[in-house]
């Protein structure tokens, strides 16, 4: 018989495990029904439904200038091709 020291850890523990597999399930549900529209997220997939969009580059290829993301991703997608711009532009100067 397993004695439980710590009952908040546990159900802390077993809800973090639970929230996790459905975050996953949901996101490969998503991928499956919806491939193309899938948030490409900024640091790694997000699970929401996003659209295409242009980003601030200036690639040869015309589809890496593309992404899918949802708002919030895009957002700091956004920002930090802002911030990289602003450091290049400070360093042709």
């Known amino acids: 018989m397993?004695?439980?020291?710590?009952?908040l850890k546990s159900i802390d523990n077993y809800l973090h495990h639970y929230f996790q597999h459905t975050y996953y399930r949901t996101y490969f549900l998503l991928?499956?029904?919806?491939?193309?529209?899938?948030?490409?997220?900024?640091?790694?997939?997000?699970?929401?439904?996003?659209?295409?969009r242009r980003m601030n580059?200036?690639?040869?290829?015309?589809?890496?200038?593309?992404?899918?993301?949802?708002?919030?991703?895009?957002?700091?997608i956004?920002?930090?091709?802002?911030?990289r711009w602003d450091e290049y532009y400070r360093g042709c100067m």
């Open 2 to 7: 397993k004695i439980i020291t710590n009952p």
């Open 31 to 52: 991928r499956k029904l919806f491939p193309k529209h899938i948030c490409q997220g900024y640091d790694g997939p997000c699970c929401r439904l996003g659209k295409r």
């Open 57 to 76: 580059t200036q690639y040869l290829n015309e589809e890496s200038n593309w992404c899918v993301a949802c708002d919030d991703c895009f957002e700091a």
């Open 78 to 83: 956004e920002a930090e091709w802002a911030e």
